[in-house]
């Protein structure tokens, strides 16, 4: 079964950096849509960056050019590279994927990597 592994998370100060990845098994991610969200405690889950079944590119407005979405298919990962972190930047982030148009909605999630930023 398709299972979405992330990695990467851990405590930093603001104004620090973290890159996330996500390692598929059983999954392809230039096959569709696929790309990071994130929840913090008591929040609606949002979505950070995605890369669509075409290769275009969105970004949440939040990130304001801060973040940087990125894949490497020759290890099939998905990355999140996350500069000038604020401490409203700190949840849980959770790669996922689906293997058609992003409106479609995703069907894989990974269980997430905890990003906690202090101030």
């Known amino acids: 079964q398709v299972q979405l592994v992330e990695s990467g998370g851990g405590s930093v100060q603001a104004g620090g950096s973290l890159r996330l990845s996500c390692t598929a098994s059983?999954?392809?991610?230039?096959?569709?849509?696929r790309g990071w969200f994130r929840q913090a405690p008591g929040k609606e889950r949002e979505e950070v960056a995605t890369?669509?079944?075409?290769?275009?590119?969105k970004y949440a407005s939040f990130v304001k050019g801060r973040f940087t979405i990125a894949q490497d298919s020759t290890r099939n990962s998905l990355y999140l590279q996350m500069n000038n972190l604020k401490p409203d930047d700190t949840a849980m982030y959770y790669c996922?994927?689906?293997?058609?148009?992003?409106?479609?909605?995703?069907?894989?999630w990974g269980k997430g990597t905890l990003v906690t930023i202090s101030t």
């Open positions: 996922a994927a689906v293997a058609t148009w992003c409106s479609f909605g995703m069907s894989h």
């Open positions: 890369f669509d079944k075409d290769g275009s590119t």
């Open positions: 059983d999954y392809t991610f230039r096959s569709g849509c």
